[in-house]
């Protein structure tokens, strides 16, 4: 059976690819990519072969047994393609997702709580908001990244809906202001079948790079049962179909939970979950196959463990916030990581004897 995924480089994918030859030694991973990488040899311990060009181009070439989209660009294109061997919802489905004001306005008819949210028809509505300081300003469309800005008065609050309304990733269209919500990232995590949700689990960010605000650096698998409710209330509004990311912003303070996005993707920390247990490569596979997935939806169905990015922003995010106890997080050891653990606690141990 011939797997292909998208956005090879990205390492969620690369985890995705790690854990499919786990699962199955016998299928031909191949891993799709815009651009030929760098050092792509290195990438051969992960597919079976790599390939590159225009997605479209690929996909009709390689005519894979299961097509597994990756990045936002990837998913809206396989989406719109409608492709038979890729398991994802009905584009419109996909759309309302991608859009951060069409997802609020859902949450806000199912009852589900959200941030305050001013909508900009013009530019010159921004004088007319009425939000306190410091507020969010987002993209309204999913970029797969970070499109936001958190001003702290009216002069910033111009510039930040300027300059995200530039950017290229929001087709010109005005950015969403939103009331700053404290707390910190939390997200349900969800596999479904037709509808019907049949696998999940659940994280707490530890830390995130940007550190006001960005993707996860180190996280924690957790089980937060008004978030499960409400994740799966709203993707089961929208009979969804393989993996999505449902983000909420939880104050433990106040226990305030409030909605911020569907990621209609794989996200990330995907590789969080893939240690807890949760193979999404795996599912995706059995259900191209035929497979009717059993649910398990019990809260210890996944394993609680914490997770490390270091290579990928964790320990940029700990000098940054100098967050110098955070280092000793590594080398007390008890984590799972994106790098062999063993060498890494006795790097980090040398580091903490030096700064010392």
């Known amino acids: 059976m011939k797997v292909c995924i998208t956005d090879a480089t990205y390492k ?10 786990r699962y199955d030694p016998t299928l031909e991973l191949v891993g799709m990519s815009q651009y030929v990488p760098r050092f792509s040899p290195l990438f051969s311990k992960y597919y079976s072969r790599m390939v590159a060009g225009p997605l479209t181009e690929l996909v ?12 936002t660009g990837s998913v809206a294109e396989v989406s719109a393609m409608q492709y038979p061997q890729a398991v994802l919802p009905n584009p419109e489905s996909v759309s309302l997702a991608f ?5 609020l306005r859902l949450a806000e008819k199912l009852g589900i709580p959200a941030p305050k949210t001013c909508a900009l028809q013009q530019f ?11 507020c969010v300003v987002k993209g309204i469309l999913e970029a797969g990244k970070n499109v936001v800005s958190y001003p702290r008065n009216k002069s910033e609050l111009r510039s930040a809906v300027e ?5 290229s990733s929001q087709r010109q269209l005005l950015p969403i202001v939103q009331e700053y919500v404290p707390g910190v990232g939390l997200g349900f995590f969800g596999f479904y079948q037709r509808g019907k949700l049949k696998r999940f689990y659940m994280h707490q960010r530890i830390r995130e790079l940007p550190i006001t605000g960005g993707a996860s650096t180190a996280a924690k698998t957790i089980f937060h049962q008004a978030a499960f409710e409400y994740g799966k209330k709203i993707l089961d509004h929208l009979d969804w179909h393989g993996v999505a990311m449902v983000e909420f912003k939880y104050d433990p303070q106040t226990e305030r939970l409030c909605l911020m996005e569907i990621n209609p993707k794989f996200w990330g920390s995907t590789e969080l979950g893939l240690a807890a247990g949760v193979n999404f490569g795996e599912l995706l596979v059995r259900t191209v ?14 394993k609680k463990i914490q997770f490390f990015w270091p290579c990928e922003g964790d320990l940029l995010a700990l000098f940054q916030s100098r967050n110098w106890s955070g280092f000793m997080d590594y080398s007390k050891g008890g984590y799972e990581s994106s790098f062999p653990t063993n060498g890494l606690r006795l790097n980090v141990i040398r580091l903490i004897g030096a700064m010392r």
């Open 12 to 21: 969620h994918s690369l985890a995705l690819a790690r854990y499919l030859r």
């Open 60 to 71: 009709q070439r390689e005519n894979p047994d299961v097509l597994i989209p990756t990045g």
């Open 99 to 103: 859009d951060k004001l069409r997802t």
């Open 124 to 134: 010159s509505d921004i004088e007319t908001i009425r939000m306190q300081f410091p």
């Open 163 to 167: 300059v995200i309304a530039q950017d």
């Open 289 to 302: 196959r035929g497979e009717d997935i059993p649910a398990d939806l019990s809260p210890d169905s996944y």
